[in-house]
């Protein structure tokens, strides 16, 4: 089954990789969405797809890349999106 969450990533996430990190993990577990950074310091996005690949990226978004210092990593669910075919950095 089809999920898609939201998520929000604290602490040192900007300037540290981690959007190209989330793309290629997101990628590599078949997730389609988006990551961007936040103008409060944050990394948020949205990821779609079976709830192994989503439950792998929420476990990695916890660490994040090495130079990372993640403190907290919020999601909820929400609906499915139609028509993605990849997972894009902003």
């Known amino acids: 089954m ?11 996430v900007q300037g540290v990789n981690f959007r190209s990190f ?7 577990y078949g997730l389609t969405g988006w990551v961007k950074n936040t ?4 990394v948020e ?5 079976d709830d192994e ?8 978004l916890e660490s994040g890349p ?5 403190t907290k990593v919020e999601n909820s669910e929400m609906d499915t999106k139609e028509g993605e075919s990849s997972y894009s950095t902003a």
């Not at 089809?2 to 040192?12: D, F, L, Q």
């Not at 996005?45 to 797809?49: N, S």
Request: glycine fraction near 16%.
């Open 2 to 12: 089809t999920k898609r969450i939201k998520y929000t990533v604290h602490g040192e």
């Open 22 to 28: 989330t793309q290629s993990k997101a990628s590599s």
């Open 39 to 42: 103008s409060g310091g944050q």
């Open 45 to 49: 996005g949205e990821a779609q797809g």
């Open 53 to 60: 690949g989503i439950q792998k990226l929420l476990k990695v």
């Open 66 to 70: 090495p130079a990372a210092s993640v």
